[in-house]
């Protein structure tokens, strides 16, 4: 990762239409992107989708970018486009059917990760409801702050903490 004051440039010249800098903006966040769409969706094509739409967002909007957690910025612009997303009918009723096919697929067989656990956990988040799985993949697997997530999503940071707290707990009930 680069320095706040690289990042800070680099957002600068990406402001002025430097492509090359997009690209390095596309280098440097697109795995851990990937990774949160991969974790909210669980089907590669979609979050392919999701992430390409995400970085044409990016060059739409940086210059509506004031400053802050970039990282936040662009964690709230992928969490606006997945809402997007689950708004559409048939877009949704797609997710909901592969969720499903999904989650009798791994109870029936279960992948073989030589982790039971984790397999579980996995099979687990699947079941929760799309917001509490979003919070738990912006704090534990994005790692983000709860200032950020707070930001992000528009709510007071007790609301933020409240509701991860009942997810976390409903999660362990699950794994349980």
């Known amino acids: ?12 010249d990406c402001k002025s239409g430097d492509s090359k800098c997009f690209s390095q903006i596309v280098d440097m966040y ?26 044409v967002k990016l060059v739409e909007k940086i210059a509506s970018y004031k ?3 970039f990282e936040g910025w662009l964690f ?22 592969v969720h499903k096919v999904q ?6 067989e279960p992948k073989k990760s030589g982790n039971e656990q984790f397999d579980l956990l996995e099979i687990q988040l699947k079941r ?11 704090r534990f697997y994005s790692q983000l702050s709860f200032k950020e997530i707070a930001k992000m999503r528009s709510e007071p940071i007790g609301t933020t903490l409240a509701k991860l707290h009942r997810g976390l707990k409903k999660l362990r009930e699950l794994m349980q």
Do not use: C, P, W
């Open 1 to 12: 990762m680069v320095n706040n004051d690289d990042l800070a440039q680099l957002i600068i």
């Open 30 to 55: 697109a795995s851990r992107l990937y990774g949160y769409f991969y974790r909210l969706t669980g089907n590669k094509d979609l979050s392919d989708e999701l992430l390409s739409e995400l970085f």
């Open 67 to 69: 400053g802050g957690s």
């Open 76 to 97: 709230r612009i992928a969490s606006n486009i997945f809402h997007d997303y689950l708004r559409s009918k048939q877009r949704r009723k797609k997710l909901l059917d």
């Open 103 to 108: 989650i009798e697929s791994e109870i029936t």
């Open 128 to 138: 929760m409801d799309a917001d509490t799985r979003e919070l738990i993949m912006l």
